[in-house]
């Protein structure tokens, strides 16, 4: 089962998107499916600057954790974000690039996790 560190950030993530409104935020425990980390978590935002405020909200509230990104790519096109913590990776899109994309028919062998299995924040 992911460590009590990957939760505590997933939970974090997930309370930053709901913050700033996200759509159809999940969150996929995908540790017995890869190595790459421990959590997804997908979310949409209904536009350009609703993705990058996001993002944004979501880099905020783990950095005042603690925690710091390892990367981050798709920023300046806003339509697809990907921030990587680690044991955690947040996907943020727009409508039309999460269709597209559909990671969650491509991880579908992961599990779906419901906010109230993440804990709260100061558990």
Do not use: C
């Not at 999940?26 to 935002?45: C, H």
């Amino acid at each position: 089962m992911a460590d009590n560190t990957s939760r505590k950030m997933a939970r974090i993530a997930y309370d930053a998107l709901m913050d700033k409104k996200a759509q159809d935020v999940r969150v996929i425990n995908i540790e017995n499916v890869s190595s790459i980390a421990d959590y997804f978590l997908i979310a949409s935002g209904t536009n350009r600057t609703q993705v990058m405020t996001l993002a944004d909200n979501v880099d905020e509230m783990l950095g005042r954790a603690g925690y710091e990104k390892k990367q981050v790519e798709g920023y300046a096109s806003g339509n697809w974000i990907l921030l990587d913590y680690g044991d955690i990776i947040v996907h943020i899109f727009d409508r039309e690039n999460r269709l597209f994309y559909d990671l969650e028919k491509i991880w579908r062998d992961g599990k779906l996790i419901s906010p109230e299995e993440l804990g709260t924040e100061g558990e």
